[in-house]
């Protein structure tokens, strides 16, 4: 439902129907909002009933709803409660994320065990908005996460390398394991080192074990060894 004008007086209006389809018989898996300038309010009214459960939901996009940081704190608190356990895909850009927010959504976000992708770009956190990232680790911090998009952070940028090395650090211990794509500001060279350290250290893996396998394959000539 992008660009449909829905604005925080429409979402009050909509939100149950939205909750109806999540029922299990209509299997409502993905929702796009982008362009709606629902606010904080209009977040409230989609994410803040505790009876709802988003089961299946696996796609959400909330690109430029203005939900701000308040109403993004709503939706983690949806997160940190389980109601979107499927949910592989998530696309913040935009939405007045602040350093509050930033590092309530990196609390919550271990939760998202199939979390693939998540966007956050053109948001409004700095360097304090990714302290979270290296707090104490138990297990993989988000082992399915392939995809992170985090440019057009003028608040990251314009504050030196502080939020460049949270970010090469985060990386470099393993936080994002699957990562693959990495889009961030060009002045971030550490954590562009570190995401290349991450892509050899995969492809020194895959190259080992494709050795181990034809080892394992490839039978042992006898007249070598009589030699």
């Not at 129907?17 to 709606?36: E, K, P, Q, V």
């Not at 994320?97 to 956190?125: C, H, T, Y």
């Not at 908005?129 to 952070?153: F, N, S």
């Amino acid at each position: 439902m992008p660009r449909m004008g829905l604005n925080k007086y429409l979402m009050h209006r909509i939100a149950p129907c939205i909750h109806f389809a999540l029922d299990h018989r209509y299997c409502m898996s993905g929702l796009t909002l982008d362009w709606n300038y629902m606010g904080e309010s209009g977040a409230r009214a989609l994410f803040g009933n505790k009876s709802v459960q988003w089961h299946h939901l696996q796609h959400l996009s909330l690109r430029n709803t203005n939900i701000g940081n308040g109403g993004c704190m709503i939706l983690f608190r949806a997160i940190a409660d389980d109601k979107m356990p499927d949910l592989a895909s998530l696309s913040l850009n935009s939405v007045g994320l602040e350093d509050s927010g930033a590092r309530e959504l990196w609390r919550v976000v271990p939760r998202l065990r199939d979390l693939a992708i998540l966007s956050l770009s053109s948001n409004d956190f700095g360097p304090r908005g990714l302290e979270d990232l290296l707090r104490p680790m138990h297990g993989e911090w988000m082992p399915a996460l392939r995809c992170l998009h985090m440019k057009y952070m003028h608040k990251m940028e314009e504050t030196g390398n502080q939020a460049d090395k949270f970010m090469a650090r985060a990386i470099l211990t393993k936080r994002f394991p699957a990562l693959r794509v990495l889009t961030v500001a060009d002045n971030f060279e550490g954590t562009k080192l570190a995401f290349k350290a991450l892509e050899d250290e995969r492809s020194a893996a895959r190259s080992r074990k494709r050795a181990e396998k034809w080892l394992k394959k490839t039978p042992t000539s006898l007249s070598v060894l009589s030699q």
